[in-house]
């Protein structure tokens, strides 16, 4: 870890920008879909891959960037990822055919994967442990003003001026992030010797996986996004199609998962001064059974109504604010001296469960919310029955979740 500096709160709430980024392109999308279809004369399928191919894009791009950003430095690699993310956002809001449009998106991933993962490593650059993990959970919360700002904004650029508009709409938050990355980041890697690059991937993806408690935090990363993948790609087809909701009133609805994320965060980061990581991560793992589990019955009991179903979407939204910062900070806790590579690695692996979910539960559509409350009510079950194993999978590895 590098010598401790005062860490800014500019500094933390761009760093939580930079991860909203990715919440904010995908969720200003969302109300959009529909009328791209209907205007570019494809399927709801294929326009539901606007997020699947963004995940994808992500998945590509941070293995690369994490990499770069332990040679040269985190600052350089951002300001060409975001500035890849805004170009990209320009062709998709001008894209007249849905394979240009799926294209500009994927590169649009590929850009913003630069935020994700190099927020993810500037954080263990400056901090480890709990502060790790309480620094992540302030992130979030950040985060969250994506999914409850984005879609309300996205319905109505749509109602008002057409499906275009939120698209040209990332690019202008590209372009408003560059900005205040210029004013309020700070380099924060040390530079040390590196060895060639191919060997440094390889001898630093050997030390990640060495250890069980990265795995641990690596595995309920992606149980976890492969639900709110689902939740994301579906909710359009949900609301609008499923349960015939104008699309002005779309953003005000899935706003409601901001609100659930926010409470889960504010909760979590709480409840960090008295508990660690792992046992927050229980907590987490706990409320998404019990949402996944709702969402499984209901399947079972058929048709059930809008606001059991989106009431546990937001219940599994809530659980997903205690798993994800606290399994990112278990993960990264053990390498601090490739924090880039580290952080790229589970932003791959987290950007390609999230891409199979999506373009699976895409696949899955059927005009019911079977895709959706399947897919969340697996990864909810799913994630509690890795709390369940966790000794199996930690072993009697002492956990790495305080600095000496």
């Not at 409850?148 to 904004?153: E, G, N, R, S």
Request: aromatic fraction near 8%.
């Amino acid at each position: 870890m590098n010598e401790r500096q005062p860490i800014s709160r500019g500094f933390v709430v761009v760093l939580g920008l930079l991860t909203a980024l990715v919440a904010f392109a995908l969720d200003i999308s969302l109300p959009a879909i529909p009328q791209m279809v209907a205007d570019l004369g494809t399927t709801m399928t294929a326009g539901q891959q606007v997020v699947g191919l963004f995940m994808a894009g992500m998945a590509v791009g941070q293995v690369p960037f994490g990499l770069v950003s332990d040679r040269i430095g985190r600052l350089p690699v951002l300001y060409f990822g975001v500035g890849l993310f805004t170009l990209a956002g320009f062709v998709t809001a001008v894209s007249d055919d849905i394979s240009v449009m799926l294209a500009a998106r994927f590169v649009q991933g590929i850009g913003s994967s630069a935020g994700m993962v190099l927020a993810r490593a500037m954080v263990r650059d400056v901090s480890s442990g709990t502060e790790a993990a309480r620094l992540m959970s302030v992130m979030v919360m950040v985060f969250t003003a994506a999914p409850m700002l984005a879609p309300m904004f996205g319905s109505l650029l749509v109602s008002v001026m057409g499906w275009r508009l939120p698209f040209a709409a990332t690019a202008v938050a590209g372009l408003l992030l560059l900005l205040g990355m210029y004013t309020s980041l700070r380099e924060t890697l040390v530079k040390r010797p590196r060895p060639h690059m191919l060997r440094q991937l390889w001898t630093s993806m050997t030390e990640f996986f060495s250890h069980r408690q990265s795995i641990y935090g690596v595995l309920v990363i992606m149980m976890t996004i492969i639900g709110i993948m689902a939740l994301i790609s579906g909710s359009s087809a949900m609301i609008i199609e499923i349960y015939v909701y104008p699309v002005e009133y779309f953003g005000f609805i899935f706003a409601l998962t901001g609100l659930a994320i926010l409470a889960g965060s504010t909760v979590n980061r709480k409840l960090l001064q008295r508990f660690d990581a792992l046992q927050m991560i229980g907590a987490g793992a706990t409320i998404a059974a019990i949402a996944g589990g709702q969402m499984l019955l209901m399947l079972w009991l058929g048709e059930p109504s809008f606001w059991w179903v989106w009431g546990n979407a937001c219940l599994f939204m809530a659980g997903t604010a205690f798993l994800l910062p606290n399994a990112t900070a278990l993960a990264l806790d053990p390498v601090p001296e490739i924090a880039g590579v580290a952080a790229s690695v589970i932003g791959t692996i987290q950007s390609l469960a999230g891409a199979v979910s999506a373009i699976i539960s895409s696949a899955l559509y059927t005009g019911t919310i079977l895709n959706v409350a399947l897919v969340i009510g697996c990864s909810g079950v799913g994630v509690f029955l890795l709390f369940l194993l966790r000794r199996i999978v930690l072993g009697d590895t002492p956990l790495h979740d305080e600095v000496p």
